[in-house]
């Protein structure tokens, strides 16, 4: 157990202080081996961003990131440099493929101070990024290339170093339920191959394997979803429901692929990903169907192309269902709430992680929009968070870390069986041994029915 | 009870009182009555006396009908010694067995019927000899009670023991008595509605036209109506009216033959049983199964389509050595048969007493409809054994049915499953409040063929099942999940062996991450075999252990074994804390901790350790030393080696 009292520096939110989030300033990929000759190397850039940038640059800024690669193998031959700090930003490196490299730019946050004749003074804050959580990001993106992800990096965290999946509380009953029509849809469109359902942005159900959960997981709920937020909150009535006279008896309707089954020019086209089996690669077509709350994910090999009769087959055997299954899930979630709901606000905020099922429960943020995630609380405690993190992944250990922040917050870091729990506490005047009781409380009030130990 | 041929003779009252009346001879339709009437009384009046049929009794100005229901029949029920009648019945049932290709007759005669010899002309007295009413000894009967009616004439019903008198110029009003301990009760009457009939016919119900049973355990009045009341449909039709013991009389079912000509009905196994002469064929009706209501009555169609009985062959009677000529092929719906309530075939021209049988085997492919099939089947007696035979069948590769269909069947059995099981928890719970001693309706549920649990299921069917290299794993697994979610559905608690086939075969087909969220959403219910079986599991996928301790700790009643799985994995500290956690610290043993610390090779690990027995025996007994009862020697040697001796705890006096 160690305790640290972690002197934050003082509130960046002094009004005459304006604050800059950390930016990506470029992305690129490269393989030196494209472009070995001189006058060649622009055959390396497989991808730029920002595109627009002169192509003399690009070259330059690709052959500084070789040059730092090569130089810094001389160091250490197997583990080449991760990362490079500057004072204004911070690169980061990664190999995901032999000789291919994903870089990725990220300027450092910035304070913009008035100083006393009035010019503005800007300050760099080197240290607020932490490697950790923007080379998870890399690796991520490495993983998602094929979904077109847009980064969002002012919003990042330890839930992306976690890359967790959240799960979706519900009943044995409502969940077989669910599972017996997974069965019933895949027996009778045997095209299907792999299915995922998921309730609220949460998942319920994968037919994939663990590690091409996370990625599309991460697709659905940072990108697809919060893409197709608007005509949800425009509700039932709005002007794409009226343009389908077909489906009165429901609900339900394509996130990918057709926007309305009844124009016979309508495009079958849907977005391809790849998931990992045994030997090779899989190409997979992406079918998104949602109805109200309830969304599935029905994978197809991509030799098959679907046809717009097999779209509006699979909306006639789905769309009904699942119209029928999303109000159960909402009715029996509901029941559940008012049972747990008695309890008023607790006093913490807290963030949970298992690592053997990617499980994440998060109290700390709201919500995901299109844009960013928001926390609930402030930036620095993230940062703690972040730095708990670190720590833990330093050593095998379980182990137990409490930290006194700035003003009355404390948290706390436990480890126990490659589970991880973060608690945010906000108690005044507390000491050590009532937040530590806190902490068992919560475990035994959050957490009773698994092995954490205290 | 019916009769069965290798009953002693003593028990022949019983047969000979049911067939004393509730009978009937092939009901023509009423325009061929006035035809076949002559012939008809002719063949009635060959068999004499007693309380005649037609006019005698319609001609009489008032029949007196006493309680005790009194008849002459003329058939002499004379059996041969139980020797000679094994001979009869002695021919081998493959020479019985039909030479038919086809396997789809649902009716057979029963193998073994009684054989009527030819015998004088006996006479017989039946007698109720349950409701004391004969006096053997003074060769007197007890005048219980008398009333006095216009009867036509009659019919009694020994199962249920209701007489029905039918009274009025139409013969229509039918007016039942119920016989109780002795006493005799009058129902309500009522009439039975008469088709429009032409002019010139008078119509009136005819005898043949009655029939009495019990279905489903309730009393039923068949009445054959030779042509529907509604102009549109041309068939006869059967209509169930519903005698219950207290209250009106009540139409309840029509059966739509669709047919005309002449009938004979048998009730077999809750079934009506529809024999039409013409066609040689007959049909059958389940009113459980669902039909058309229309606000009072419920209309059923034929359950299958029209299949003659199988053919039967008669068994050549006498000595062995003539066997060998060939069987004679039985007439079957020969005009000179007989039916009785409730399932009787008499051939009088031959001499023999069948007991009607459903078998179940070949109805299985007749009714291609597996829901229904099921309802069909879970009210039959002898089910069971088809039943799960049905299942297999629709899991093979062949006849494979679709998930929703298992689905149904599945439904359907734990169903009648779980109505078993709450009728058991009720008697159990009656019992254990002491109520059976105060109420005699008190009765122990009877367990039927149509309770199929969950041992029936998974050895008949499921564990078979699994085993089957040629189906698709996605299947197999789609069908154990089925039958869970339907168990659930019903509230019925998964045995773990169910669990155990369902993680054998997401183990042998890798995939574990469905397993993982299996037991993450709870589906697998937590015991101790489960867990022990995701520790086994471990080497091959790593998260099994963690799966394993939660279940472990929800149990709450396994923390010796969660304190075993961590010492297993070096986690002394984890252990300890964990005991301590629960309040177990006082009572471990010292030495268990002790020797896996030292396994670990991690002095430090090793010096806490011990620190925290020395504590605890000074706590406990005032001194941190080790009792020679703990065993522990070895470890203080060691602790004394390495740390030295001044590293031990001084004892401390308060």
Redesign the interface.
């Known amino acids: 157990m160690a305790v640290a009292a972690a002197g934050a520096g003082s509130g960046p939110w002094a009004t005459q202080e304006k604050q800059f989030p950390p930016a990506l300033l470029s992305f690129f990929i490269y393989n030196p081996r494209f472009g070995p000759r001189e006058g060649e190397e622009e055959n390396k850039i497989l991808f730029y961003h920002p595109n627009e940038v002169e192509k003399n640059e690009k070259i330059r800024n690709v052959g500084l990131c070789e040059a730092i690669v090569q130089f810094t193998r001389t160091f250490s031959p197997s583990k080449p440099a991760k990362s490079l700090h500057t004072q204004k930003n911070r690169q980061f490196f990664n190999e995901p493929e032999e000789h291919f490299w994903m870089v990725m730019v990220v300027r450092n946050p910035i304070i913009e101070k008035q100083s006393k004749d009035g010019k503005p003074v800007i300050e760099y804050q080197e240290e607020e990024l932490l490697d950790k959580v923007y080379s998870s990001v890399l690796q991520q993106c490495y993983s998602m290339y094929k979904y077109l992800q847009t980064l969002h990096l002012q919003s990042c965290d330890l839930l992306d170093i976690f890359g967790g999946i959240s799960?979706f509380p519900?009943d044995?009953?409502t969940?077989?339920?669910i599972?017996?029509f997974i069965?019933?849809v895949?027996?009778?469109l045997n095209i299907v191959k792999y299915t995922a359902f998921l309730y609220n942005d949460q998942l319920i159900?994968?037919?994939l394997?663990?590690d091409d959960m996370r990625i599309l997981y991460k697709y659905l709920t940072t990108s697809l979803f919060p893409r197709h937020m608007e005509p949800e909150l425009a509700g039932r009535d709005s002007p794409i429901r009226a343009e389908m006279p077909g489906n009165l008896q429901h609900y339900g309707r394509f996130l990918t692929g057709p926007l309305n089954l009844n124009d016979p020019d309508a495009k079958c086209r849907f977005p391809k990903i790849f998931v990992n089996t045994d030997d090779a690669y899989e190409e997979l077509h992406l079918i998104v169907y949602k109805a109200m709350s309830a969304a599935v994910c029905f994978m197809i090999d991509a030799s098959i192309q679907p046809t717009l009769d097999f779209c509006r087959r699979l909306d006639s055997v789905v769309g009904p269902q699942l119209t029928v299954l999303a109000s159960d899930i909402c009715e029996q979630f509901n029941i559940n709430k008012r049972m747990s709901g008695s309890e008023k606000e607790p006093q913490f905020k807290f963030i949970y992680f298992?690592h053997?099922?990617l499980?994440e429960k998060s109290t700390v943020h709201m919500r995901k929009t299109p844009s960013v995630s928001l926390t609930s609380v402030h930036p620095d405690l993230m940062k703690i968070l972040g730095d708990i993190n670190s720590d833990f992944t330093r050593v095998d250990e379980?182990e137990e870390i409490i930290v006194k922040a700035m003003s009355d917050y404390w948290v706390v870091g436990k480890k126990?069986?490659?589970?991880e729990l973060y608690v945010i506490l906000n108690q005044k005047n507390a000491n050590l041994i009532e937040v530590n009781e806190e902490v068992k409380k919560l475990c035994a009030t959050q957490f009773n029915?698994?092995?954490f130990?205290? | 009870m019916p009769p069965r041929s290798s009953r002693p003779r003593g028990e022949g009252r019983s047969l000979q009182h049911r067939v004393g009346r509730g009978y009937g001879r092939w009901a023509p339709p009423q325009p061929d009555a006035a035809r076949l009437s002559a012939e008809d009384r002719r063949s009635r009046g060959g068999r004499g006396g007693g309380v005649a049929p037609g006019s005698g009794v319609r001609a009489g100005p008032r029949a007196a009908v006493a309680a005790a229901a009194t008849t002459t029949v003329r058939a002499g029920f004379h059996r041969e010694p139980r020797s000679t009648l094994a001979a009869a019945l002695g021919a081998p049932t493959a020479v019985a067995a039909p030479a038919m290709g086809e396997e789809d007759y649902y009716l057979e005669l029963c193998e073994r019927p009684v054989q009527f010899e030819k015998a004088n002309p006996v006479n017989c007295v039946f007698f109720d000899e349950a409701n004391k009413q004969v006096l053997p000894e003074k060769r007197s009967l007890k005048l219980l009670k008398s009333h006095n009616l216009n009867v036509n004439w009659y019919m009694y019903c020994p199962e249920s023991a209701v007489i029905l008198l039918s009274t009025t110029v139409l013969e229509n009003v039918l007016q039942p008595f119920h016989f109780r301990a002795g006493t005799m009760s009058k129902l309500p009457k009522f009439e039975i509605e008469l088709p429009a009939a032409p002019k010139s016919t008078k119509p009136s119900l005819s005898e043949r036209d009655i029939a009495m049973a019990t279905v489903y355990g309730q009393l039923y009045v068949l009445f054959l109506r030779h042509h529907s009341r509604t102009s549109n449909s041309t068939g006869a039709e059967v209509v169930l009216y519903h005698l219950p013991r207290e209250g009106a009389c009540k139409k309840m079912h029509i059966l739509k033959l669709n047919r005309t000509g002449k009938f004979a009905l048998n009730v077999v196994d809750n079934l009506v049983v529809v024999h039409h002469q013409d066609t040689e064929t007959s049909v059958i009706f389940d009113i459980k199964l669902r039909g058309e209501f229309d606000g009072s009555v419920t209309f059923h169609h034929p359950v299958l389509p029209a299949r003659s009985i199988q053919p039967y062959q008669i068994p050549i009677a006498g000595p062995a050595a003539v066997t060998s000529q060939s069987p004679v092929p039985c007439k079957l719906y020969s005009s000179s048969w007989i039916v009785f309530q409730p399932d009787i075939i008499i051939s009088a021209s031959q001499g023999y007493l069948w007991n009607l049988q459903v078998k179940l085997e070949p109805i299985v492919n007749l009714l291609p409809d597996k829901g229904r099939l099921m309802d069909f089947l879970l009210q039959r007696k002898e089910c069971k054994m088809v039943i799960l035979s049905v299942c297999s069948q629709m899991l093979s590769e062949s006849d494979r049915a679709s998930l929703p269909v298992i689905a149904t069947v599945f439904d359907k059995l734990n169903h009648e499953y779980k109505k078993y099981l709450d009728a058991e928890q009720s008697y159990a719970m009656a019992v254990e409040a002491g109520q059976s001693r105060s109420s005699p309706l008190l009765k122990r549920p009877v367990r039927t063929q149509a309770v199929l649990d969950q041992s029936d299921v998974y050895t008949h069917v499921l564990s078979a099942f699994v085993e089957k290299k040629e189906m698709p794993h996605k299947f197999v697994i789609a069908v154990l999940m089925e039958y869970i979610r339907s168990l659930n559905q019903f509230q019925i608690a998964v045995q773990h062996y169910l669990h155990e086939l369902v993680i054998k075969t997401l183990v042998q087909h890798n995939l574990f991450y469905m397993l993982h969220q299996f037991l993450q959403y709870h589906v697998l219910s937590d015991s101790k075999p489960l867990a022990c079986l995701l520790l086994s599991l471990e080497s091959f996928y790593p998260p099994a252990h963690q799966l394993s301790l939660d279940m472990l700790k929800r149990l709450s009643t396994a923390n010796d074994e969660i304190v075993e799985v961590l010492l297993s994995k070096h986690q002394v500290l984890a252990a300890l804390r964990f005991i301590r956690g629960i309040g177990g610290h006082d009572n471990i043993s010292a030495r268990k901790f002790l020797d896996a610390a030292k396994q670990t090779e991690d002095n430090m690990l090793f010096y806490t350790i011990f620190r925290f027995f020395e504590q605890r025996n000074q706590r406990l007994r005032g001194s941190p030393n080790f009792t020679p009862g703990e065993h522990c020697e070895e470890h203080v040697a060691f602790f004394k080696q390495i740390f030295g001796d001044q590293a031990l705890m001084r004892p401390t006096t308060f």
Request: hydrophobic share 30%; aromatic share 12%.
């Open positions: 799960f519900l044995k009953m969940y077989l339920k599972q017996s069965n019933r895949e027996e009778s159900w994968s037919g394997e663990q298992n053997m099922n499980a379980d126990s069986d490659r589970r029915n698994i092995f130990l205290d």
